[in-house]
């Protein structure tokens, strides 16, 4: 049909709205699709034409990513990212159609295959999940009124929420959700099971953790082994807080500044200090930090890490390394451990480590007792834990925002609780 | 009469051909009708309850200030359009009516009515 | 034929202003992000997306509200639409200039609420049900700014038809002659097209919300829907604030048609620039803050109306 060739010929000119799924390993290459201007990750896989999985999937992972799958409306695209050489995916066989891209060309893959998908050609159709009714319909009229039992048939089949009690004497309905891996605002694989009522979180509790800890040799673990030079060290740490930095203002409703900064943090250099400072000092010190983030998710104990520094406590590991003292190096502290406190503080540590990789040439430093890591003393990870007691009486905005300022990794995690070292 | 006339018309035209559209994308791509498509996204499992279900609206009392406003609103337009004939007599008038409804933003302040969490 | 000739009118004004307002949009977003600035790729991009969405097929849930979900972003469009009709674009010139327009407007604009809840409500979805609750909440906040402003601006015009507001401008703009209403107004027309820092039924922390789980042409009407309210919104700005059709050398409508898209390119840089407000602190901020201001704006008015007054 030569209307709809043209139409598709059009519109395969835009971005192609992808959801984004981050596997073992795929974290910050799945957040550097932001930056690529062909590919437009989404919301919702509803929004989506296509699902693109970075890294491996896992046992704990896969029920969502399949779910997420079926989501997209079909005809749909399916794609796995996988770096160059690696070993297959057993696990993506159970995705129908998947395309396994190795290395580089993954979105010229997805270009072809979104034209084609928008002229009419290619496109899965097949579900994941099998196609049963997870609450059959047991009434008899067209609402599932009807039929025998006390109240009739049930509509849908799926029942309504219960009543539960409420801090301020209404007892009123409670809804039970788990917000799952795959949610995007939250770190990939933080599972959040919330009692809600109304807008605010009574109980939480958090969910499995999909990752088994197979994380790769980062150069803060290399560094417990050998000596490795300061500047890689803190090149690394400013990457890590400017891509978690792109990532909480794309949550905060900032994506084209989150953009402007995760391209600063994949090509950043030591000389690139003062365009932190500039970029970031009127980002947390700003009116409109203040407003979604003063004051809330306040945790002042010294849990380590920028966390803890952010409620004033002067704990470092590397404030006791010499190579660190000759550099000059003080840790930077903030006052109020709220989620402002936070955000502020991983700017100035950018910005800090930035001004460390500059001044420390070739220096090297040997292997520590401790290596400090962006989100603390590698191995410590008391945070997860801690989250329900936290968010709990939350409003779901403010509970979105405290987890984000926490700057979870979910792998790091899941070998810090001891599944493999 | 004939402008509100136009009006109703605008929104007619408006919706329907929305409507129309919405009809038509149907009628082109129909909506999937398997069951794992249909299940509301939450980032993992589908839910367990329908998600309807009595939701504690925590602003009710800030629902409650919005109308004694909203019914003062409908006093200032005729007021508006008399003013100036008026002069200083209504604007005092007027100043009173608020200043009484003012102390509700008060009141409401004091008891939390604007926060909720 | 009046009446058709005005529905046309309608037509054209939102089917240039949405497009230009997404356009420009498009442009924001790559100049923020410092991404490439191809301009003339990025001016034909809300066509490509637009096409985009009209060849997918539109999602459904389990147990959705089916007539709420069709009509919501219809009655959105329509409410727009009328919105925008009270306003014209030159004096003679426009669809339904009624004697009480800022009437007729602030009803069409109170009733975006319900068709926002209803599309939150529709799909039987946790993220959308929420974001629809929020946006109750924040259009009862600022549904007062809106109204009470308009009504300051109507003082010295003695009228409520949105034309008599505009002649009252004759000589100095609104917005020198009562400071504080434009910036009110302004807020109050983000939070009723829930754009920029008062996205909140649309908030990435409710992953889209009531944008969550709607697909292809359901999907592109919504949002041509809250570009319509944004438009229609910003034309009711450059109206009652900004003169109108005052203006020199160039012919009234085109002075219409500037302001409308300078104020909508003032709310696209918002938009880029300004993070989203939580709802609570909007709701604290606009009772206590926002709302004496508008109170204080309409006796301000007042006052130098009469004392302007011959």
Redesign the interface.
Same mark, same amino acid.
């Given at each position: 049909m030569g209307l709809?060739s043209w139409?598709?010929g059009?519109?395969?000119?835009?971005p192609t709205?992808a959801f984004v799924v981050a596997g073992a390993g795929g974290r910050w290459a799945a957040e550097e699709l932001f930056l690529e201007?062909r590919v437009a990750p989404? #919301?919702?896989? %509803?929004?989506a =034409?296509a699902l693109i999985v970075v890294g491996y999937l896992t046992e704990g992972l896969m029920?969502?990513v399949?779910?997420?799958h079926?989501?997209i409306?079909?005809p749909r695209l399916a794609f796995q990212w996988l770096p160059d050489g690696a070993p297959d995916d057993p696990l993506a066989a159970m995705l129908p159609g998947v395309r396994v891209v190795e290395g580089g060309g993954l979105v010229e893959v997805i270009r072809d295959a979104h034209a084609g998908l928008?002229a009419g050609r290619g496109g899965g159709h097949e579900?994941?999940?099998?196609?049963?009714?997870?609450?059959p319909w047991r009434g008899i009229g067209p609402y599932g009124q009807g039929g025998k039992g006390m109240t009739g048939g049930v509509?849908?089949g799926?029942? #309504?929420?219960g %009543?539960a009690d =409420?801090r301020?004497g209404?007892k009123?309905?409670r809804?039970?959700?788990?917000?799952?891996?795959?949610?995007?605002?939250?770190p990939p694989g933080l599972?959040l099971i919330v009692g809600?009522?109304?807008?605010?979180a009574q109980e939480v509790s958090v969910?499995q953790n999909p990752f088994e800890g197979a994380l790769e040799d980062d150069v803060f673990r290399r560094a417990l082994r050998e000596a490795v030079p300061i500047a890689e060290l803190e090149m690394a740490r400013a990457r890590s807080h400017l891509r978690w930095l792109a990532g909480a203002?794309?949550?905060?409703?900032?994506?084209?500044?989150?953009?402007?900064v995760l391209?600063l943090a994949v090509r950043a250099k030591p000389a690139d200090a003062d365009r932190v400072s500039r970029l970031g000092r009127p980002l947390a010190r700003g009116r409109?930090?203040r407003?979604?983030a003063g004051g809330?998710g306040a945790l002042r104990e010294d849990l380590g890490g920028p966390v803890g520094r952010a409620a004033g406590h002067v704990s470092d590991a590397r404030s006791g390394v010499d190579e660190y003292r000759a550099l000059g190096f003080e840790p930077v502290t903030h006052e109020g451990g709220d989620a402002l406190a936070r955000w502020r503080q991983r700017v100035a540590e950018a910005e800090q480590s930035l001004r460390l990789a500059d001044a420390a040439g070739d220096a090297t430093v040997g292997p520590p007792d401790v290596v400090e890591g962006p989100r603390g003393p590698l191995g410590a990870g008391p945070l997860l834990e801690l989250l329900p007691d936290v968010l709990v009486?939350?409003?779901?905005?403010?509970l979105?925002?405290t987890v984000v300022s926490l700057d979870l990794d979910l792998e790091e995690a899941a070998v810090g609780a001891g599944v493999r070292a | 009469m004939v402008a509100l006339g136009a009006a109703l018309v605008v929104f007619l035209f408006w919706t329907g051909s929305f409507l129309a559209l919405r009809w038509a994308g149907d009628a082109l791509h129909p909506?999937?009708e398997?069951?794992?498509?249909r299940?509301p996204?939450?980032?993992?499992?589908?839910?367990?309850?329908?998600?309807?279900?009595?939701?504690?609206?925590?602003y009710y009392a800030m629902a409650l200030v919005f109308l004694a406003f909203d019914m003062e609103m409908v006093f200032m337009y005729p007021w508006a359009v008399v003013f100036l004939e008026e002069g200083l007599t209504a604007g005092f008038e007027m100043l009173m009516f608020i200043s009484i409804l003012v102390l509700g933003i008060l009141y409401g302040w004091r008891e939390g009515a604007f926060r909720?969490? | 034929m009046r009446v058709l000739a005005g529905v046309l009118a309608t037509v054209a004004a939102m089917g240039i202003g949405v497009y230009l307002a997404a356009a420009l949009d498009a442009l924001?977003?790559?100049?923020?992000?410092?991404?490439?600035l191809a301009v003339g790729?990025t001016l034909?991009?809300p066509?490509?997306?637009g096409?985009?969405l009209?060849?997918?097929?539109?999602?459904r849930t389990?147990?959705p509200d089916a007539e709420a979900w069709a009509l919501a972003p219809a009655a959105l469009a329509g409410l727009a639409a009328v919105g925008l009709a009270s306003i014209p674009l030159a004096p003679g010139l426009s669809v339904a200039d009624v004697s009480s327009g800022i009437v007729l407007f602030g009803a069409a604009m109170a009733l975006v609420m319900v068709a926002v809840f209803l599309q939150g409500w529709a799909p039987n979805s946790?993220h959308p049900m929420?974001a629809g609750?929020?946006f109750v909440a924040q259009a009862l906040s600022y549904e007062m700014p809106l109204a009470l402003v308009l009504i300051g601006a109507a003082l010295p015009a003695e009228s409520l038809s949105v034309g008599a507001i505009v002649e009252s401008q004759a000589h100095l703009w609104n917005a020198i002659r009562q400071p504080l209403g434009m910036p009110l107004f302004l807020i109050a027309v983000a939070g009723l097209a829930f754009w920029?820092?008062l996205?909140?039924p649309e908030?990435?922390?409710?992953?889209?919300g009531t944008?969550?789980?709607?697909?292809?042409a359901a999907?592109l009407t919504w949002k041509v829907a809250r570009l319509m309210v944004l438009v229609a919104g910003a034309a009711m700005t450059a109206a009652v604030f900004l003169g109108g059709w005052h203006g020199p050398w160039l012919p009234g409508p085109a002075w219409s048609i500037l302001k409308t898209l300078a104020v909508l390119a003032l709310l696209v840089w918002a938009r880029?620039?300004?993070?989203?407000?939580?709802?609570?602190?909007f709701v604290w901020v606009s009772w206590v803050v926002l709302i004496p201001l508008a109170l204080l704006d309409v006796f301000l008015a007042g006052a130098q109306a009469l004392w302007a007054a011959p």
């Open positions: 709809r139409a598709a059009v519109a395969s000119g835009a709205p201007p989404t #919301l919702s896989p %509803r929004a =034409d029920p969502a399949m779910l997420a079926d989501q409306p079909p928008l579900d994941a999940w099998p196609d049963v009714d997870p609450a509509p849908y799926r029942p #309504l929420t %009543r =409420d301020d209404l009123l309905d809804l039970d959700v788990r917000v799952g891996p795959l949610f995007p605002a939250f599972e809600l009522q109304g807008d605010v969910g203002l794309r949550v905060a409703g900032l994506p084209s500044l989150g953009r402007r391209s409109g930090l407003w979604l809330v009486g939350m409003e779901w905005g403010d979105v925002t | 909506p999937p398997t069951a794992p498509s299940v996204f939450l980032g993992g499992r589908g839910p367990e309850t329908h998600a309807w279900s009595r939701f504690h609206v925590r909720w969490a | 924001a977003g790559r100049v923020v992000g410092r991404g490439r790729e034909a991009l066509a490509r997306r096409l985009g009209l060849l997918r097929p539109r999602a389990e147990r946790v929420i609750y929020r920029g820092p996205a909140l908030g990435e922390d409710l992953v889209g944008s969550a789980e709607v697909s292809g999907r880029h620039r300004l993070a989203r407000v939580p709802i609570e602190r």
